[in-house]
């Protein structure tokens, strides 16, 4: 093989050079080694290959002289490339020997035997450009598996015959100990002399002991006894280093942990580093079955739905180190600036952040997760192609560093003499050839491990600690991070600082501030109980209350952020998102001021806040259809409870994304109704669905159509942030039906169950909420009819019974949910009831009485109770819908909006052009004002005249005013037009 062909590249450049120094010790090995190339004759594999180069190799290396002199029968046979040849017959004698020694010392040299003439094929094939770094990986990663499952079948084979336990399996299936590896090994991707990452299990009731009770000193023994003969050091050498460490809580810890405890803790109080390492795990030996069960039930630990941002602040410490020496003696392979660890923790944490929500990211080879987050996305093809390459680059300097002496080391040599002989040894003339590959190399690293997400972590992996002053000017990027981080020191250290500080910001009360503040980075509160949390908080706090204190009322402000915090749960997800997005952190402090009602939201679902991560946040939002649609993709397969959860989480996010645009300003009025209307309607849609499948589930089908019409605010489309839905539930069945089940029952009964389950799913709590408050009180007779209502029933009723202020109730009937055959003939129904002239005096009458109700609560209303006001919106709806009424003969169908009425009233020429655009005016400008406040409060009633001057503020600029108090006259304005116009007509 040519070195054209042969795998060499920038940073192995071919067969090493011969160490000038050691001439003497190359002529004497090249002698040794020649008769084992004499045999090959002029083999193509290995014309270019001499004793001289063999002897260049092993004089670089004394660990590889060392198994060259051991295993000097198979370089022939490595050099013609077929290493592989080499490895499976090492694996075949391993097998054999382990299955059939009796003793620990037999056993401790077969297993170093083996592990020596594995690593001699795939370093020698490396070395001389025979083998892939896959390849190797490969190799070195199935001898240690292998060499770990036979020592555990070993020592389970003596426990049977000391009589401890049943003889085991061949594949130790039942066995009740677990072997993971995790790291490297659980990668399959291996150093030459690594440790391996182990992390053993055990039943303690599910396993083969003669004596159960004994289990945990039984398995225990067994993980010590395994330790010793793969890494005690003998004349042999050592196998494979084991490391335990990885393990739950190792400091307090066994070596070999309870299922049930190892659960318990990953489920409650594991690291973030823990779950990185829970990427790479597998079993490899013992109790596959199990490993692989265990692995499913820590899934949610390992990967959260939602997007996990405490992952950062984790990383960003397990990165942080002194800064790398300007000299490459000493430098650290793995751990330096661009270097191997760099990609690892680049791959890993898009993994950790995203692999939640999208399985196929869940890969435990480097290679096979770049690839897939590319695929997906999250970096380009380019990053994970050049990535992938540049890691096997890295990790050869690696391997090679290792193969001189069996060590784990990372780092380059640390003497300029030593580094200029590593750089022969990778095929180099000389330091400086080495060197500049390596600059391209981490450089290249550095440009491709780029994203959005990761910079401030990767670049925050550099020092240990900055020195930055507190001047924002002389931070031209405006990152307050490192600005922040002398005022963190005061949060935590000085009060007297902290109380000057927040005075010079501007808080009129900053003692009070600053003994909030004290408490919180005490612990004093569930969110900052741990230390994590605490440091999290620590980090934000600057930038959250600079951003308050730029308001009119910042200790107002204060208290309102201190209800929020103060409020959260002990988890630290809600702060590791804000530290890492500081835009959204900003967000919050605006909604925190301006919506109590939005923070208390926010509280219950912090995570909510990720959304605004994703591009399509401030996008239009579907319409009811395709909402519908998408809800029943996510439901599919799932049980009833599991789809309800499912189903309000998906509402709550999308609730929240409508009225963030809208409190943003990103949307109008019309576009917040038009979205919580899609919402409300298809959620109505899909939970009649269900419930209907339940009913046949438990009761069988039945011959007939059932449906629903909203009416109210759902039927004109026009809900606001906190509207209940006014629902009415009709079905057609005829008179005798049942259903066809063993528990039958009669339409009636079947129907009234059905809606009862339906409000039941609708507006009972459960972890995930509530969906909305429904009301069935527009139903025939009202709370003393059936809920369910007959079509024949409702046709008669509003034949005979109906009363005047129903139909203006009826007005704004919109048929939502249901069979659509129903449709026709419930909406015919109504329209031909009200799509008819009505006395004027009877509807004016009728309005009256009802004005008359409302008066009764204006007596303490405060002035932004728009609805109970005089000429407010309850007087302007019910003239608009008195007004449908009358007229009702120029329409055709039900469930207009009130504008749409003022408008086609007035083009018939029915009303006078001016009232009609006066009401519509009035009409638009008060309900901006309603929808305004129902964002930010859940209710008026809770409000003074003088609103606080964050939500007057917004109130100004949802409504295009100058002011609050040009707003207020306003509306006074418009009411007194409003009772002008009503009196008139």
């Known amino acids: 093989m040519t070195d054209a062909l042969r795998h060499f590249d920038r940073i192995c450049r071919g067969i090493p050079i011969a160490n000038p120094d050691k001439a003497e010790l190359i002529s004497s090995v090249a002698a040794e080694f020649a008769p084992y190339l004499a045999h090959i004759g002029n083999a193509g594999d290995a014309e270019n290959l001499s004793a001289s180069d063999l002897a260049h190799i092993f004089t670089h290396a004394p660990h590889l002289l060392l198994l060259a002199r051991r295993f000097a029968d198979d370089i022939g046979t490595i050099l013609r490339g077929d290493s592989a040849r080499i490895i499976d017959m090492a694996h075949d004698r391993f097998r054999h020997d382990m299955r059939n020694i009796k003793d620990d010392a037999q056993a401790m040299q077969s297993i170093r035997q083996f592990r020596g003439r594995v690593s001699f094929a795939a370093a020698l094939g490396d070395i001389v450009g025979q083998t892939p770094m896959d390849a190797q990986f490969t190799w070195l990663s199935d001898a240690a598996i292998y060499a770990v499952r036979e020592t555990a079948h070993f020592l389970m084979r003596q426990a049977a015959e000391r009589g401890l336990a049943k003889p085991p399996q061949d594949n130790l299936e039942g066995c009740g100990w677990i072997i993971f590896a995790v790291g490297k090994l659980g990668a399959e991707e291996l150093n030459y002399s690594s440790d391996i990452d182990l992390i053993i299990l055990h039943d303690p009731d599910a396993n083969p002991l003669k004596d159960p009770s004994k289990a945990q000193s039984f398995y225990v023994a067994q993980t010590r006894a395994l330790v010793k003969l793969l890494s005690a050091a003998t004349v042999d050498g050592i196998g494979w280093r084991v490391d335990l460490r990885l393990r739950p809580d190792p400091g307090a810890t066994a070596v070999s942990i309870q299922i049930a405890a190892a659960l318990g803790y990953y489920e409650s109080i594991a690291r973030t580093w823990e779950r990185a390492a829970f990427i790479r795990a597998r079993p490899i030996a013992g109790d596959m079955v199990a490993g692989q069960n265990f692995l499913g039930e820590i899934q949610p630990f390992i990967w959260r739905r939602s997007l996990d941002y405490t992952v950062m602040d984790d990383m960003r410490t397990m990165l942080r180190r002194p800064a790398d020496s300007a000299a490459w003696t000493g430098f650290n392979l793995k751990t330096g600036h661009g270097g191997i660890r760099t990609i690892e923790f680049f791959t890993h944490v898009l993994q950790l952040v995203f692999g939640g929500r999208e399985p196929e990211i869940r890969q435990h080879r480097t290679a096979d997760a770049l690839h897939m987050l590319a695929k997906k996305e999250w970096i380009t093809a380019t990053q994970a192609d050049r990535l992938v390459a540049l890691y096997s680059l890295l990790r050869r300097a690696e391997h090679r560093l290792q193969m001189i002496a069996d060590q784990q080391t990372h780092s380059l040599p640390r003497d300029d003499e030593s580094l200029n002989n590593f750089a022969r040894f990778m095929g180099h003339e000389d330091t400086n050839s080495l060197c500049d590959g390596l600059t391209a190399i981490l450089a290249e690293v550095n440009d491709m491990t780029a994203h959005d997400l990761l910079d401030d972590i990767l670049s925050a992996g550099l020092n240990d600690a900055s020195n930055p002053n507190d001047n924002p000017n002389d931070n031209p990027k405006g990152d307050t991070k490192g600005n922040d981080t002398k005022t963190i020191d005061i949060f935590l250290e000085d009060q007297d600082q902290l109380i000057n500080w927040l ?227 009709v079905y057609d069945a005829p008179d005798a039906a049942k259903s066809d089940a063993s528990r039958s029952l009669d339409a009636a009964s079947y129907y009234i169950r059905l809606t009862q389950t339906f409000i039941s799913w609708m507006t009972t709590q459960s972890a995930e909420g509530a969906l909305y408050e429904v009301d069935f009180r527009l139903r025939p007779e009202g709370s003393a009819g059936a809920i369910a209502t007959p079509l024949d029933r409702l046709s008669h009723y509003i034949d005979t019974d109906i009363w005047l202020w129903e139909k203006l109730a009826l007005t704004k009937a919109r048929f939502v949910a249901g069979d659509k055959a129903l449709s026709a003939p419930a909406m015919k129904i109504i329209c031909d009831a009200i799509n008819q002239a009505h006395d004027h005096d009877a509807v004016m009458s009728s309005i009256a009485n009802m004005q008359k109700r409302m008066e009764a609560g204006r007596k303490d209303a405060s002035k932004w109770q728009l609805r109970l006001q005089a000429g407010g919106l309850g007087d302007l709806d019910l003239l608009i819908q008195g007004l449908r009424l009358i007229y009702g003969n120029h329409f055709t169908d039900s469930g207009q909006a009130p504008a749409d009425i003022l408008a086609s009233l007035a083009a018939s020429g029915l009303i006078d052009n001016n009232d009609a655009q006066m009401l519509a005016d009035a009409h638009m400008v008060m309900s901006n004002a309603q929808h305004a406040l129902r964002l930010s409060i859940q209710s008026a009633q809770t409000v003074n005249d003088d609103l606080p001057p964050a939500l007057g503020q917004f109130l100004s600029s949802w409504l295009d005013t100058p002011d609050i108090h040009q707003l207020t006259i306003k509306l006074d304005e418009m009411r007194a037009s409003v009772r002008a116009i009503m009196t008139r007509l």
Request: charged share 25%; proline share 4%; hydrophobic share 45%.
């Open 503 to 729: 005075g010079s910001i501007g808080f009129e009360r900053p003692n009070d501030v600053a003994d909030a503040l004290s408490g919180w980075i005490a612990g004093r509160i569930p969110a900052t109980r741990g230390e994590r949390s605490r440091m999290l908080l620590g980090r934000l706090m600057p930038e959250l209350l600079r951003q308050l204190a730029k308001g009119t009322q910042p200790d107002n402000a204060f208290a309102a952020l201190a209800y929020f915090i103060e409020g959260l749960p002990a988890s630290v997800q809600i702060f590791s998102l804000l530290d890492y997005n500081r835009h959204l952190a900003r967000l919050l402090c605006d909604i925190i001021v301006l919506s109590p009602r939005l923070t208390q939201i926010l509280k219950r679902n912090p995570m909510l806040f990720e959304l605004l991560l994703y591009k399509e946040f401030f996008d239009p939002l579907p319409d009811a259809q395709s909402i519908a649609d998408h809800m029943r993709t996510i439901i599919t397969g799932m049980d009833v409870e599991n789809a309800l959860d499912n189903i309000k989480r998906h509402t709550r996010e999308l609730r929240f994304r409508a009225e963030l645009q809208a409190i943003s300003l990103s949307s109008d009025r019309s576009a917040l109704e038009r979205s919580l209307s899609a919402i409300a309607e298809a959620t109505t849609q899909i939970v009649l669905e269900l419930a209907r499948a339940d009913m046949e589930r438990r009761h069988g089908k039945i011959p007939g159509l059932c449906g629903i019409i909203a009416l109210g605010r759902l039927g004109i489309a026009q809900l606001t942030a906190t509207s209940d839905l006014d629902i009415l539930f």
